[in-house]
């Protein structure tokens, strides 16, 4: 089964302002309009047959609709696999993560620069200690920021597997958007069991030789294909990807196989 890890999707009532806000973010256009039908549409086109719809909170008044989204997605989609979202301002995150569990989501998406939070704040760390054992965390990880200043960055998120060695981490962007060398330095040469990394927004903003020396560092295994779509066409992704990475066929199908074993595994 093909897997595409990291997709957004979002109400008709705000896809197109969530749009607008991603092509000013990126400095980009993005190629689906972020809406469920057209995702759907996009996905059967590439051949993908399950995808991750991600949803993030960025105030703790979102939370709950967020995670009411997030529900009715996995609900009425077979094909998706819904994160739901929490924030750190969030107070009473064990009854929220209580009810996600129990409507069957698998795992929860942290965007520390949209969300408004550093992956170092304080008020993170409860939410991430219950979830251990319970959740998959998706963060997005790295920005054009100086890595201190940063929201999110490799070394944030190597400090969090550190003190919760039990939480099973996808680290976005293979790592660390525009932070490719700091991902490399902090996380090559060491097998991190509860580490995997998704390729979304690599192909597209990283230098060949930086895709292909991520590509060659972290373990064939633990790579999970992601189209970042509404940013890019799934389909067009997938070449974008084993062309730059100078992959054969085979091995990006085995990139977007990656995930089953990650699903298979947090059961």
Known sequence: MFIDIHTHAFHAKIARK????????????????GTIEHLLAREKAAGINRFVVLCAATTPAQVIPANNY???LQKKYPQVIAFGSM????????????????AGIRGLKMHPDFQGFGM?????????????????????????KNPGDAPSSPGKLAAILD????????AGHLGGYLMWEEAI???G???????????SSVSFFAHGDTVRELLRTWPEERLLFGSDWPLFDIKEEQERLRRVGRLTRRKLE????????LFAASA
């Open 185 to 187: 330095r902090l996380f």
């Open 70 to 72: 997030a529900i009715s």
């Open 189 to 199: 040469g060491r097998r991190r069991e509860n580490l995997w990394f998704d390729t």
């Open 18 to 33: 969530a749009i607008a806000q991603i092509n000013a973010a990126y400095a980009t256009d993005c190629t689906g309009d």
């Open 120 to 144: 170092d704040d304080e008020n993170l760390f409860p939410i991430l200690e219950y979830a251990q054992k319970k959740f998959i965390i998706q963060f997005h990880v790295g920005s054009n």
């Open 254 to 261: 085995k990139i977007m196989s990656n995930a089953n074993a």
């Open 163 to 170: 003190n919760f060695p039990d939480l099973v981490i996808i």
């Open 87 to 102: 924030h750190p301002g969030y107070k009473n995150f064990e009854d929220e993560l209580t009810r996600l569990q129990k």
